[in-house]
């Protein structure tokens, strides 16, 4: 018998004991935290909105939830219609994503990633719209007017829903003008506003001078602009910075300018002036 009993491994008896009073502790733990959680009442709920713009603030989605839904305090958590609330928020033009989660103290928090203007476009129409940074439109409010580049002129893109995507190559190329823009320091002081001429060529106002700053397209954005800046700093401080009616870079390789008359640099002053060695 006593031989019987030290052939026991009671280290292996003790480890399944111990395992299964694990067992039992959690499914008692979770069973007891699920009863909690159908019990839980929302006793604040807090708004947190992400993002650079101010289209919308607090209040405009405390507003808009208890129109919709109602009011949370006092209710019980597990019958607040997350997914519907997250699914409303997301259709408002101004919210890129919405989530909202509730703690164990009773606080329900609604996060709000807003959307960023990178453009306001005024089409030929004068309907007016603003764009972000994905290609999508975004309602103009007079509640809240970012400081951003202004697209006018031939440009027939309209807008007619909430979250209307781009549809014309034109309005593509102009946010890309606009991206290299806002990534260089001496662009965006100097650049105050882009025109579509009739042409349907991309031109830039400037913020000194008087000149037309044509581009053309969003192609070779990087070698026209190397070529303006090679133009402003060399050229113009020879000749005056209103010298030249026109200055045209549409074709990449060349700059044509306008002074009582159409000319344009030959082949090796445009190489000179991209290497900076005019």
Known sequence: ?????????????????????????VVVMMSLVGKRDEQQLCKEVKIVIEGTE??????????????????FVGKKVNGIPFQGIEKSLKKLPYVSNASIHADMDGTVTINIDQREAVMRVINKNGREFYVDPKGLKIPTTLKYIPHIMVATGNIAEGYNEALDTISTALVKDLVKVVEFIRKDELW??????????????????????TQQL?????DSLEQKFELLKAFYTQIMPKVGINAYGVVNVKYGGQIICEKRGTWSFSDDQTKKIANNTL
């Open 54 to 71: 101010a289209f919308i603030d607090q209040a405009d989605i405390s507003k808009l939830v208890q129109q919709n839904f109602g009011s």
């Open 1 to 25: 018998m006593l031989k019987k009993l030290r052939d026991i491994q009671w280290n292996r008896v003790l480890y399944f004991t111990l395992f299964f009073i694990g067992v039992i502790v």
């Open 214 to 218: 044509i581009v053309g397209s969003a």
């Open 188 to 209: 965006s002081s100097q650049v105050v506003q882009i025109y579509v001429n009739a042409d349907k060529d991309i031109e830039l106002v400037p913020r000194v001078g």
